[in-house]
């Protein structure tokens, strides 16, 4: 049987982050799914053949959406990008095309084996998968290529007001997702049963994938200590307190304290105090792999590394 094909369709405007690099390399060790990128920020000096890049300036891109979706979209900075995730894959439909099923993310995500973990028999059973268990992950969600999802996005109650306002509004993780799990807070079985009463609530798997450190969500023993020292190695990622591997890490409390829990947000995010987040060349981390961690991406000392 055909292994199910992904593509990850991202825009991203202004400037790569100082991690992309590493990025693109986790990308690397997972030939099977496909990015493809929407940008002004040219194609960084690491690449691989699993990951393209449509370039436009973010003007022309404010207008292929605005054309595509039938409402005037111009945001005064790209940040408002994150509110058309939702709508990504009717947006993008002409590129997307020949692939089974696409997939909306961010960047600051350093992956590990994607497909040990979506495999051929979840996708064959499902037709939305997040990476937490109550709700649809910004950071990562897949979802089956058909209009059915491509269009789903349109049962968000005045989507095209929501879409038009500057302001960034959390769309895919706030009112996107309640239309594949609208009763987040009740016992799985109640979902369940729940879910009989709306189509887009069945064939839905939400797993905790536990990817963001310093989350509110509790890590595999109940408490609320995540692990703080994460390593990569050819393409697996694991950490310093856990004998499993991971699909991937999301980073984005250490780099911002915006989304951090209320009793963390008053210290600054650790990486705030760094002049260089990245202190380790791709040649090396290509070779030795690298670590993730407050100190940012350092090289692995070998005494360290478990597996």
Same mark, same amino acid.
């Given at each position: ?82 509110? &058309?995730? *939702?709508?990504?894959? @009717?947006?993008?439909?002409? !590129?997307?095309?020949?692939?089974? %099923?696409?997939?909306? =993310? ?107 450190? &310093?989350? *509110?969500?509790?890590? @595999?023993?109940?408490?609320? !200590?995540?692990?703080?020292?994460? %390593?990569?190695?050819? =393409? ?72």
């Amino acid at each position: 049987m055909r292994q199910p094909t992904i593509v990850i369709v991202i825009p991203y405007f202004g400037q790569w982050p100082e991690w992309f690099e590493l990025y693109i390399e986790s990308c690397s060790h997972n030939p099977d799914i496909q990015w493809l990128f929407y940008t002004d920020c040219g194609e960084p000096g690491n690449r691989c053949s699993n990951v393209s890049y449509v370039h436009m300036s973010f003007d022309e891109y404010k207008r292929l959406v605005s054309d595509r979706l039938a409402i005037t979209f111009n945001p005064s900075s790209p940040y408002k990008l994150c509110d &058309l995730k *939702p709508a990504l894959g @009717f947006i993008h439909e002409a !590129d997307i095309q020949d692939y089974d %099923f696409f997939a909306f =993310g961010d960047i600051d995500i350093i992956f590990g084996q994607i497909r040990d973990f979506i495999t051929d028999d979840l996708l064959q059973k499902y037709d939305v998968i997040g990476t937490h268990n109550r709700r649809l992950s910004g950071h990562f969600a897949i979802f089956r290529n058909t209009d059915r999802y491509r269009q789903a996005f349109r049962n968000i109650p005045n989507w095209q007001k929501l879409m038009e306002m500057d302001e960034h509004l959390g769309l895919d993780e706030s009112k996107f997702s309640k239309l594949f799990v609208r009763h987040k807070n009740h016992p799985f079985w109640l979902r369940k049963l729940w879910s009989f009463s709306s189509r887009y609530q069945r064939r839905v798997l939400y797993k905790e994938q536990f990817s963001t450190v &310093l989350s *509110p969500i509790e890590w @595999f023993d109940g408490s609320s !200590d995540h692990p703080q020292q994460w %390593f990569w190695k050819d =393409g697996h990622l694991t950490n310093n307190r856990d004998q499993r591997e991971f699909m991937y890490l999301h980073f984005m409390n250490w780099k911002s304290n915006r989304w951090l829990p209320k009793n963390l947000r008053e210290a600054p995010a650790a990486w705030s105090s760094l002049d260089k987040l990245v202190q380790i060349d791709i040649e090396q981390a290509r070779q030795n792999g690298f670590k993730i961690s407050p100190q940012g991406f350092t090289p692995i000392n070998p005494d360290t590394l478990k597996g």
